[in-house]
């Protein structure tokens, strides 16, 4: 088996903090980083070198290191990307266009949308300030239209490989700094036939499934988390728990409860109550259902999690509903961990072909609207269920009828977006993901991957969180942390200094080289910019 | 809600109306008065999202310019200028529209701010009023787009940059900047600053408000003629052409169809009308003469400008049903002219032809396109019924206005002429003439032409539909 070349969005940006291409073994554990990278084990040199005609990738803002593409992090002015030139093409104006596309004009770039089917195109220019080509991403003269000379960004978000891969080719030709390509297809993004995504002009890949494969996995590890993200590389990290009917916070406010070393090292940052986002005071007081959003280091993040949900529930085994592409990924990163894995498929072939890619995982013959087949692989309450067909309605149900047949975290892919508030609002599961919001995520963070990054975009409440380095040139620096203008719906979640992550007091004095993670309302994010770079 | 957004939208314009540079008392009262309005409708509607979808465009729009228009009537009301109020609300809604069309006689003698005013109308109402509202106030977003859609004229709204405020931004400085050329350019050729000014706005609005009551007969210079012909023609076309072309696409307008149809038809229409002229009338005033001034009112009627050199009217009528006919067409669209919009008649011949050929081939394919790219059948039902729109309210606004006017060729050329927005027409509102003797009834009819001729029909007729109402 070759290495598998994904892209590693969220493993990558909180393990290294910066967008890059991940070596991983097809188990799915990282085995390098494309950050600071020095040597490369005899492993990975699978990729060569590029070809000379590459070496103007500097210019693109590429660069290679120990046989992997990087995207250098150096010398980019901080809100750079709020800049008014900024111009991004997105091919593709499904799901994940649309929104990748509301999301960059948010952050004021001048958006292009193209795609093949006319009505797509229409139908988001209806609803988006941006400019409609129709027409195929990857010929030349539609790009020509869309104005690839000038643009800053071409995000390839096609379904079709192909398309995005040619797209990202003709972009190369074009000059356009960065070209960000989603490919479903991992065994496209393998080293084999000394092909690299550089020669392509991909510089950055994201797999949908893979990237959505690592959401999961980071809730079950976490269960009864609603989210987690993150920060400064995994030393830090925010949650969405949700408050069950057993947590001591529930009996006092925030400001009166005892046990104040727990509350000394976490801040919470949001907090939502059915369709309400609120901001936690001293005098709130929680409610059973409440999420609440916290961010401290991640070693005190179980300590949270006992705090909000003392009965939640240990993950011991993993029903996997759907073998296809998102399933076979989770599977084999389940694999990877302690987990117990099963997978349900109906399609014989692909049932097949799910076993042959996996080692130890049981795979079974069913769908996920079973009972006798839950009954058979065995439901308790320390089992995960998880669906990923890609019907979402089929989703739904079999995670309705797995929580009845006892499982105690059950977590459903739904592409459709309006579902989502329907299934929030009735309680319907614990968790939805989507590969194609995964992919957006991603490609938002490695679009904002510079001196500010945001390292996600909270899914369940407006907001997200940007990390921000302190240079010496930067307004903050040498100011206590109670003499800051913020932007109001900004709150500085945590701190590093020196690897070491603290949860800030007012007294706490900022200093070139500190990491700030800030917890930012989306329209408050441009104004946190200028209020960074003034 | 919406009719709240739609109103505070008039808060900026009543601020850009309140502005004029006037020593007019008259100016004032209005200005400041509309600027009240404005801003008491901004305080109460304060609380409302500029999220506009895009029956919201349609409201602000539509309702936009029927209170600009209003608001507009004041300084001709309050100075005593104009004393009925349908005729107040006629010289404004035809300054706004650009259409030129005037109750006044005797301009030497009004005040200055009142002919300021009347230019100023022109001004804001070519490129129109709300997309410069889009382009200056940073407030709307994406709202922004469906005023763009709902003001801006002719069938396809290319957009030249992804955000719509910056292509409106962009159309304003291109609309500002001819002006400034034609205002310099007329200032060499020896007319004052003032009315360089007045008549380089009308001639890039496409308005026709002069200065002065023989229009530019009153000044005889070539130089001057040549100017504003050249400029007329240049306002007749597509602005987007414009653009592409500053920026270093020195064959847009060539490849653009519309442009060479335009363009040839004038050419065409000037060379026989020059011709017909000659024959008709001899060559007593020379051949050069005669013939720029024949090519400068061809051009004039063409792009709905409505300047007046030379009385055609006394031309032969063969000519002067071809000139209403090149009235009723209009430039291009994109541009600041009025009129059905070349593109739309030749979309819409391309749609006959497919129906003759289809009746002889019933099975031919036809796919119908404009510059290459085929045109999709939603949007070519669209031309079509602006087409039929047109036609049918120029037939029943005529039909009604023969109650006002001497006779049937007044009653069809005014309304042809305010619905494209070009000002003269034949017969009693003929070039020598003004709107002064059509009662009061009368000329609220044409201003309802006027409005949506401007409009193109839709953005104010969906306001009558029921549907459109309701929640």
Redesign the interface.
Known sequence: MGHQLFSGAMAAEREAGVPCLVGAHPSGRVISRGYRFAGAPAALQTFPPPPPSLNNSRRLGASLRGGHWRVSVDNMPIGAHVAPAM?AIIVGAGNVGGNLARKLCEERY???LVDVA?SAVEKA???????TIPGNGADPRTLLKAGIEEADLLAAVTARDEVNILSCVCARAAGVRHKVARLANAAMLSGRLDLHLGDLGVDFAVSPNQECAREILGLIRLPGAVEIVGLFEGRAAAAGLRVSSESPLLRTTLKNFPDTEFLRRLRFIALRRGDHILTPTGDTQLMIGDEVYLAGPTDALPTYADVMMPDRPQIKKVIVSGGGNLGFALARQLEASDLETVVLEADEETAEACSGGLRRALVVRSDGVSSDALREVGVDEHTAFVATTDDDEMNIISCLLAEKSGASLTIAQVIKPEYVPVIESLSLLDRVVSTHLSVVNAVLRFVRGRNVRSMAQLQTVPGELIEVVIREDMPWAGKAIRDLRMPKGTIIACTERAGEVRVPTGDLVIQPGDRLAIYALPEMISRLHSVLKA | MIIGAGMGLCAPLGWAMGDPPSSLYALLVAGGLTMAVGLGMRIAVRRVVAELT?RDGFVVVALGWLSVSAFGALPYLLSGVIRTPAAALFESVSGFTTTGASVLSDLEHLPRGILFWRSLTHFFGGMGVLVLCVAVLPLL??G??QIFRAEVTGPLKN?L??????TAKLLWSLYVGLISVEAVLLRLGGLSWFDAWCHSVATVATGGFSTRTDSLAAFPSPFVQIVVTFFMLISGVNFSLHYLWLRGAWGAHVRSSEFRVFLSTWALVCLAAVLWVSFAHGLAEGMGRTAREVVFQVTSLMTTTGFVITDYDRWPNGLRLTLMLLVAVGGCAGSTSGGMKMVRIVVALKVVFREIRRAVLPSSVMQIKVDGEPV?DDLLAGIVAVVLMYITIAMVAGAAMTAFTPNIETAISSVITTLSGCGPGLGAVGPMLTYAGIPAAGQLILCACMLLGRLEFFTLLVLFLPRFWRR
Do not use: N, Q
């Open positions: 111009k001048d958006v292009v006319l220019g209806e609803r988006l300030d941006i400019l | 895009r977003g994406t922004g787009m957009r940059t992804p955000r719509i405020a910056s999709a």
